[in-house]
């Protein structure tokens, strides 16, 4: 059973930054495609920007030129810098594994920016 857990949400101004972290347990992680999805309230959960198992990265128009993910297999860890944040970005964002026709996800970690 993989385990995801988040960590780096928090209150920030408008324009500013936070890094979030996810932390997988278990073997597969350097396997895995890995990503970052928010869900604002009242809304669906969507993407924000994926990673694949060789480093190809992929992201949401709106946070094009924003964000940056990465992942340290070293560490089972992956990272979404977030810059220039704005009230929008204002979401829980969960972190998504997926390897092998299987996909995790871990609980979320709250981002709210104000303005």
């Known amino acids: 059973q993989v385990q995801l857990v988040e960590s780096g949400g928090g209150l920030v101004q408008a324009g500013g930054s936070l890094r979030l972290s996810c932390a997988a347990s278990?073997?597969?992680?350097?396997?895995?495609?890995m990503g970052w999805y928010r869900q604002a309230p009242g809304k669906q959960r969507e993407l924000v920007a994926t990673?694949?198992?060789?480093?190809?990265?992929n992201y949401a128009e709106s946070v094009k030129e924003r964000f940056t993910i990465s992942r340290d297999n070293a560490k089972n860890t992956v990272y979404l810098q977030m810059n220039t944040l704005k009230p929008e970005d204002t979401a829980v964002y969960y972190c998504?594994?997926?390897?092998?026709?299987?996909?995790?996800w871990g609980k979320g970690t709250l981002v709210t920016v104000s303005s």
């Open positions: 998504n594994l997926q390897v092998w026709g299987l996909n995790y």
């Open positions: 278990g073997s597969i992680f350097s396997s895995s495609a």
């Open positions: 990673i694949t198992n060789g480093g190809s990265t």
